[in-house]
Nanobody, 123 residues
Framework: QVQLVESGGGSVQAGGSLRLSCAAS????????MGWFRQAPGKEREFVAR????????YYGASVKGRFTISRDDAKNTVYLQMNSLKPEDTAVYYC????????????????WGQGTQVTVSS
């Protein structure tokens, strides 16, 4: 079983930055893929970014590419999402997720989820 706990959300003005953290505990294997998703009110859950634990290979959603960076810290078993140049449309609840090794961007293919952290960007 894997437990994920997000932190780092908050309110920021447009153009600002935030860094989200996802602390993982339980049986995390090097093959695991960690993802970030977000969901705004009235909208479907959207893929943001993913990273493979073994080699840190990354992939980003089109709406955040070039502004967000996903990374991991082995020693802390933590995945980060650095968000720069934030826009009001980035406002959402951000979720950390994990699967056992699938390089996918579909939320249904992720088995473990955190509780989410709110990010609000004002104009």
């Amino acid at each position: 079983q894997v437990q994920l706990v997000e932190s780092g959300g908050g309110s920021v003005q447009a153009g600002g930055s935030l860094r989200l953290s996802c602390a993982a505990s339980g049986r995390i294997f090097s093959s695991y893929v960690m993802g970030w998703f977000r969901q705004a009110p009235g909208k479907e859950r959207e893929f943001v970014a993913r990273i493979r634990w073994s080699d840190s290979s990354t992939y980003y959603g089109a709406s955040v590419k070039g502004r967000f960076t996903i990374s991991r810290d082995d020693a802390k078993n933590t995945v980060y999402l650095q968000m720069n140049s934030l826009k009001p449309e980035d406002t959402a609840v951000y979720y950390c997720a994990a699967n056992s090794g699938l390089l996918v961007s579909t939320s249904q293919m992720y088995d473990y989820w955190g509780q989410g952290t709110q990010v609000t960007v004002s104009s």
